[in-house]
């Protein structure tokens, strides 16, 4: 048996059990094994935070559940990338 726990608050055998565990959802314990993550780089805890991440704009992820977007139709991605995009060109983009 393994006494390796990965932080002070998460037990090792929980780590990757395909539950995201508050106690083991950090850099130590690499986003409880994953179970934090929806795609690779972009943990759980990060959607919905109002900060634009691309590596959270996918379906896995719902889109960074709007983050990516500056408006429902405009991807932030898309702003500054020296195409016009009609549905970029608002005062909210």
């Known amino acids: 048996m393994c006494d ?3 932080s002070a608050t998460c037990q090792y055998e929980i780590v990757g059990n395909g539950v995201c565990d508050d106690d083991c959802n950090n850099e130590e314990c690499n986003a409880d094994g994953g179970d934090c993550e929806c795609a690779p780089g972009c943990n759980i805890s990060v959607l919905g935070n ?3 991440d691309p ?3 996918n379906e896995a992820c719902q889109d960074d559940l709007g983050d990516c977007h ?3 139709d405009c991807l932030h991605s898309e702003i ?12 909210d983009c």
Do not use: A, I
Not at 80 to 91: F, Q, R, Y
């Open 4 to 6: 390796c726990d990965c």
């Open 80 to 91: 500054g990338d020296e195409v016009c995009h009609p549905l970029c060109n608002n005062s």
């Open 50 to 52: 109002l900060t634009y």
């Open 70 to 72: 500056c408006t429902e």
């Open 55 to 57: 590596r959270c704009l």
